[in-house]
């Protein structure tokens, strides 16, 4: 019995768990979007580009000097392309930062970035094929507070005419018709565009408007409040298998101690009744009496109660 129960809230616990997991992952956890620096990727290289395969990334500059690297990202699939937007833009004039529609920095480029450069003028930059290479080249002194912070994501337009099965969006689909990785959802990064990746319309449970718990974010608190159910859960299924445990081992002990006997009652006016009950085996309880009168079968002159057991009786009084 014990184990059984014990297997039942090993289950519950479990399914808790899974929930509490659930709800990190859909909250504001995803793991697929990449972070990078352009000092940390291109330390170390100056000729020869990288190559990143994502779903989505944030690169970022901060103000880097005697700079020269070049680094390509690739789609997950040849049915993609990578969508461009910067959240913030400024570069010194003797910044260069170079984005090339392929997998090498030669050849036409899509624009060249420098000083006069704005986030206005720039806007949204979308690849034609799913390769995009970036060449950012400083020099030996750059103000502080120049650089950089791009939003590369990769996407299927479910826009196209005659759309194939293969272009169908299997993933998440933006309120624009782009289609972005289910994991891109909810992380405090707008891939879509327009946001909707970081809203209730892809049921982020932080979005604008969910407000916040105890000044915690939403996600954040459920996911407190969930663990703390989890340890409540876990409290009172041990305290359960110790009362459980507790009352098996009296049972136990009182029937290892009890000796149970099968007595008929007889009472005197000719009154019988048969009882099952089981009586203490101690000494002090039973005591034996002389065997009965010669010709009498009955109870002792008196009154009385007799047990009869086989080939003996014993008399109580």
Known sequence: MASVQRDHWSYVVLQCLLLSLLICRHGAYADRNKYFHISSLCAGQKHYPQYKKIDGAVLTSESENNLECAVTFQTDSILQRF???FERLALDCHDHLVIFDGAHAIGNHKVDLSCRSTRSDVGTIFTQGNYVTLRY????WSPQGNGFKLIITAYKDSTIPDIKQDLQCR???CRNSFCISSDLMCDGVNHCGDNS???SFASCIDAPGTSHILGLGVSLAVTLILIMLVVCIIGCAAGVLCICRRQHSGITALQAGAVPTSAVLQMQGNSNFSTGASYGGT?????EKPPPYPGNNGPPPGGGIAFHVPQETLYYK
């Open 283 to 287: 000494a002090e309880r039973l005591s």
């Open 83 to 85: 969508m461009l937007r």
């Open 137 to 140: 080249t400083t020099d030996a």
């Open 197 to 199: 990746d970081e809203t």
């Open 171 to 173: 993933e998440f689909e």
